[in-house]
Each structure stands twice: as C-alpha cells, then as structure tokens.
C-alpha cells in the first residue's frame, strides 16, 4: 500500500467509526453510558394486562434525574402514549390502580400545552413487530428524596397506552386505555 493511500484509509475508517457513534445517540437505543448514571441502575419488569412481563425498564439517577431506558415486546404496531402515573401499583387488566398521571406541579397536559406540562408527561413510543425501545430523561425528578421523588409514599408507575398522546388534550393526551405497566416506585405506606 502507496504511503499516500495510508491516511487516506485511515482517516476514512475514524469517520466510520464516528458516525456510527452519533447515529447511535440520536435514536436513543444507545446503552446508557455508566458515567451518565451516577446512582446504579434497577430494572423492573413491564407487565400486560394479563401479567405477563413483556419487557423491563431500567431506572437510573444522575445530576439530570432519572433515566428510565425502556424495552418493550409485545405491544400493538404503532404509537403509544407513555406516563409517569402517581401510584405504585400494576393490578391488570386495566392498571386503574396507577391512578391519574404523577404531576406533583399542578400543571395541564401535554408537552404542546402553552401552561406547560406536567413531570408525568413522556414522549409517545413507536412500535413495530419487534421491541420497541427508548430513553427517557425526567428532569428536576430523583428516585427517592425531598421534593418530586418517583419514591413518594404511593410510589409511581409508568403505564404505555394503547395510542398515541396528541401532546396537548388535558388531562390524558386521548392516549387511550392502558396496555402495559410497570412500578418504577412500590408505596412505602
């Protein structure tokens, strides 16, 4: 190989490789980096309306809040909803027992709304015929503590609905009815 050529194919491989990287980050499907996550990590099990677990969530806590890195089989093709819901509890089929959506700040729904939305709102997921799977990052929110801890006295839950949020309809984003379910938080009382 010419002395020229060298470089060129060297240079060509370190962009590869950097490209890679980024397209990785900007799905969100990328593993969470252990230096983002200062608290270590729990995962707990994503259960249909049946019980069945269908997948897990990974919670994690760093100076940001909390991560929550969500994997998910099983659920309809399409766009779902997803909450933070204010009680710790996944009783199917319908999961009433997660109550309302957690929004410990008294604010309206929905991430469009111009009164701003509430900590319970997250981003809808999509699936298709495999595992759907993303990242969340709740802000100003710890998993235990003083102030808006998913680690209250009744606990949280985080519930995917079987549509998709319109990001502006208060008080559920007409996400429809709750298809799957996981206690990020069990009640302590």
Same mark, same amino acid.
């Given at each position: 190989?010419?002395?020229?050529?060298? %470089?060129?194919?060297?240079?060509?491989?370190?962009?590869?490789?950097?490209?890679?990287?980024?397209?990785?980050?900007?799905?969100?499907?990328?593993?969470?980096?252990?230096?983002?996550? &200062?608290? &270590? /990590? $729990?995962?707990?099990?994503?259960? !249909?309306?049946? @019980?069945?677990?269908?997948?897990?969530?990974?919670?994690?806590? !760093?100076? #940001?809040?909390?991560?929550?890195?969500?994997?998910?089989? @099983?659920?309809?093709?399409?766009? =779902? @909803? *997803? =909450?933070?819901?204010?009680? @710790?509890?996944?009783?199917?089929?319908?999961? $009433?027992?997660?109550?309302?959506?957690? #929004?410990? $700040?008294?604010?309206? =729904?929905?991430? !469009? #709304? %111009?009164?701003?939305?509430?900590?319970?709102?997250?981003?809808?997921?999509?699936?298709?015929?495999?595992?759907?799977?993303? +990242?969340?990052? *709740?802000?100003? *929110?710890?998993?235990?503590?003083?102030?808006?801890?998913?680690?209250?006295?009744?606990?949280?839950?985080? +519930?995917?609905?079987?549509? /998709?949020? !319109?990001?502006?309809?208060?008080?559920?984003?007409?996400?429809?009815?709750?298809? &799957?379910?996981? *206690?990020?938080?069990?009640?302590?009382?």
């Amino acid at each position: 190989m010419s002395r020229r050529r060298f %470089p060129l194919i060297a240079s060509l491989v370190a962009l590869a490789a950097c490209s890679q990287s980024q397209d990785a980050e900007q799905t969100g499907n990328a593993p969470l980096a252990a230096d983002n996550v &200062a608290a &270590a /990590a $729990e995962s707990v099990p994503l259960l !249909d309306g049946s @019980g069945k677990e269908i997948g897990r969530v990974e919670i994690g806590e !760093d100076a #940001n809040g909390v991560t929550l890195r969500l994997a998910a089989n @099983g659920i309809s093709a399409g766009t =779902h @909803g *997803v =909450h933070l819901h204010t009680i @710790g509890r996944c009783d199917g089929p319908k999961f $009433e027992s997660a109550g309302g959506h957690w #929004n410990p $700040e008294n604010r309206q =729904h929905g991430r !469009d #709304n %111009p009164e701003g939305a509430h900590l319970g709102d997250l981003a809808n997921i999509s699936a298709g015929s495999d595992e759907a799977t993303t +990242v969340f990052l *709740v802000g100003g *929110v710890s998993r235990t503590g003083p102030g808006n801890a998913l680690g209250d006295a009744d606990g949280t839950s985080l +519930v995917i609905h079987a549509d /998709a949020d !319109d990001y502006k309809t208060d008080p559920s984003g007409n996400s429809g009815g709750r298809i &799957a379910c996981a *206690v990020l938080a069990a009640p302590t009382s």
